[in-house]
């Protein structure tokens, strides 16, 4: 029984390494998204904003 609980995770994890590693070469392969991601981070929420009027 422990050899196979150990079977389906060992399968698990190896779904869960190939998954990260596929996030990490996106993020390789598109650095040009970046400055994008820097001006959506410069946007204050609405909440700010009407707090900012009074």
Do not use: C, T, Y
Not at 3 to 15: A, G, I, K
């Amino acid at each position: 029984m422990m050899s196979e609980m150990r079977h389906v995770m060992r399968l698990e994890l190896e779904q869960v390494h190939e998954l990260i590693d596929q996030m990490e070469n996106i993020r390789v392969e598109q650095p040009q998204n970046a400055p994008n991601v820097r001006r959506r981070e410069r946007v204050q929420p609405r909440g700010v904003r009407d707090e900012d009027k009074e």
